[in-house]
């Protein structure tokens, strides 16, 4: 029985205030690292994961492979948007309803940027300058520059 006894004695110095303090403050400190983290986290995954900037990313990519060795180019008086012949094709980007399209030879209809409210495009030496603002208020603006093919 005296074994038994000396096996349950324990430390009986306690829980202390110190104790205590340590552990909130060390609690504070990851509480505060964590909520840092979840907020930067969400910032960056809506940056990424935005449809429309990489929608607008694509569409900038686009254009500008085709507005490289053209014939002519000029702003469209009956629709917004441009024509310009390349190659003997002429191509038309323009808006149509709400949405960015592209036809070749007036023909078809090439989806380019969806959820337009308005676009605008200024034509300033050989540089193409689009403004576009979308159906949620977002506004994108690039400015192109043009190769024209000299004979």
């Given at each position: 029985m005296r074994n038994f006894l000396k096996l349950s004695v324990r430390n009986e110095?306690?829980?202390?205030?110190?104790d205590g303090i340590?552990?909130?403050?060390?609690?504070?400190?990851?509480?505060?690292?964590?909520?840092?983290t979840v907020g930067w986290t969400n910032k960056i995954e809506e940056s990424i994961t935005?449809?429309?900037?990489?929608e607008w990313a694509l569409f900038?990519?686009?254009?500008?492979?085709?507005?490289?060795?053209?014939?002519t180019l000029i702003i469209q008086q009956e629709q917004q948007g441009?024509?310009?012949k390349k190659g003997g094709e002429e191509?038309?980007?323009?808006?149509?309803q709400d949405l960015i399209r592209k036809q070749?030879?007036?023909?078809?209809?090439?989806?380019?940027?969806?959820?337009v409210k308005s676009m605008s495009i200024a034509i300033e030496g050989q540089t193409v300058r689009f403004f576009?603002?979308?159906?949620?208020?977002?506004?994108?603006?690039?400015t192109f520059y043009v190769t024209i093919r000299s004979e």
């Open positions: 110095e306690g829980y202390t205030l110190v340590i552990q909130l403050s060390v609690l504070m400190l990851f509480s505060q690292v964590f909520a840092v935005n449809p429309i900037d990489t900038v990519q686009n254009v500008e492979t085709y507005l490289n060795d053209i014939d441009i024509r310009f191509f038309d980007i323009e808006l149509y070749k030879n007036r023909l078809g209809h090439e989806q380019m940027l969806l959820h576009v603002k979308f159906l949620n208020g977002m506004e994108k603006e690039h």
